[in-house]
Nanobody
Framework: QVQLVESGGGLVQPGESLKLSCVASKIIFSLYTMSWYRQAPGKERELVATISSGGRTNSTESVKGRFTISRDNAKNTVYLQMNSLKPDDSAVYYC?????????WGQGTQVTVSS
């Protein structure tokens, strides 16, 4: 069973940065497409950024130029570097692993951007 453990969330002020990490276990990590999603209170979960097994990345328009997804296959870890954070970025951020038709979620980490 896939295990995903996120970390790195917290409370920051607008304009500051955070780096989220998600460590995967019990999978051949390098084969998986990894993504970060987020869900704010009262809103649907939305895709933030994705990195394929080959390293190709994509991100939602609202975070382009501010957030960067990356992966370290040797450490079974995917990262989300978040810069220039805004209050609208506040949400629970979830890691997702996908291979073929199956996907798994982490438990989430809270990011709050507030002055």
């Amino acid at each position: 069973q896939v295990q995903l453990v996120e970390s790195g969330g917290g409370l920051v002020q607008p304009g500051e940065s955070l780096k989220l990490s998600c460590v995967a276990s019990k999978i051949i990590f390098s084969l998986y497409t990894m993504s970060w999603y987020r869900q704010a209170p009262g809103k649907e979960r939305e895709l933030v950024a994705t990195i394929s097994s080959g390293g190709r990345t994509n991100s939602t328009e609202s975070v382009k130029g501010r957030f960067t997804i990356s992966r370290d296959n040797a450490k079974n870890t995917v990262y989300l570097q978040m810069n220039s954070l805004k209050p609208d970025d506040s949400a629970v951020y979830y890691c997702h692993a996908r291979f073929g038709g199956s996907g798994s979620w982490g438990q989430g980490t809270q990011v709050t951007v507030s002055s």
